[in-house]
């Protein structure tokens, strides 16, 4: 399994090699490149994931590497599909090193199994599970694509412009697509949010206990509610809701990792 894990590492960081050059040349061999070797990168931990699946029989969320495996294979795949639907391919610039960091964390993690897997076997935590971590990867791309926004607003605003002006898409195009992640990542959020209480009923016996983990979703849910709330109401766009998504991605990874080391809960045995 390792292998496969070290395979994605070797994929990932050609595909970010080949996603910059991408961004410094504007050629499409580059770009064309980093999509292949980003989907191999995605196949391995595919593979990584349907082994750990088989060996243990439930869904590999047990441990830590499970859970960072999972979460770049979810940035991975979303990002594939978001890049073959809206053709941002510039966005490989942030997606593809973002999943190089993950896997690489993941690869040097000990893969010791949680002591107590009932928990892990319910059917509904598989749907909890995609759910959230797809919506996850869709709100971690808006963030992208919010840092983008900033970083061509403010070579628009510039006398000379810069690197990044020529290179990055119009700001109408990024707002957009920012749109469309925030879109769809809320809407799987809250699809995973909804299966996450029936689970919690089915595993713990009630829809919410409380625990800091939920606790945090739902404020980091509440954030971006009141993002599309102010778009939809007050017409917020551009540089207003990039600053938004950027600081929804902060709450996202405290939520994501920093809840779990910082305060005691049930959730904790997914990321020992």
Not at 10 to 25: E, H, T
Not at 164 to 184: N, Q, S, W
Not at 250 to 258: E, R, W
């Amino acid at each position: 399994m390792d292998y496969f894990i070290f395979g994605a590492v070797a994929a990932y960081f050609l595909s970010s090699a080949g996603y910059m050059l991408f961004l410094a040349k504007q050629k499409e061999k580059y770009c064309n490149a980093g999509f292949i070797l980003n989907l191999a990168g995605f196949v391995f931990l595919s593979v990584v994931l349907v082994l750990s699946f088989a060996e243990s029989g439930h869904v590999p969320v047990s441990n830590m590497r499970e859970t960072l495996v999972l979460a770049a294979w979810a940035i991975s795949g979303v990002f594939i599909t978001f890049q073959t639907v809206l053709r941002l391919k510039v966005l490989g610039a942030f997606a593809v090193p973002m999943c190089l960091v993950i896997t690489t964390v993941a690869a040097n993690l000990p893969s010791t199994q949680a002591s107590e897997t009932a928990i892990f076997k319910s059917g509904w935590l598989l749907f909890h599970v995609l759910a959230i971590f797809a919506g996850d990867a869709a709100l971690v791309l808006a963030f992208g694509i919010g840092l983008l926004y900033l970083l061509q607003e403010n070579a628009i605003k510039s006398k000379s412009h810069g690197f990044f002006y020529k290179r990055l898409p119009p700001l109408e195009t990024l707002d957009h697509a920012g749109y469309v992640c925030l879109k769809a990542g809320f809407s799987l959020l809250t699809l995973g949010l909804i299966v996450g209480f029936i689970y919690a009923r089915a595993v713990w016996g009630r829809f919410i206990s409380w625990d800091p983990k939920e606790v945090w979703s739902f404020i980091t849910w509440l954030v971006y509610a009141a993002l599309l709330h102010q778009r939809y109401v007050a017409g917020w766009r551009g540089k207003r809701a990039a600053i938004m998504s950027v600081i929804g991605f902060f709450l996202l990874v405290f939520t994501f990792l920093g809840v779990n080391f910082l305060f005691p809960g049930h959730h904790g045995v997914f990321t020992k």
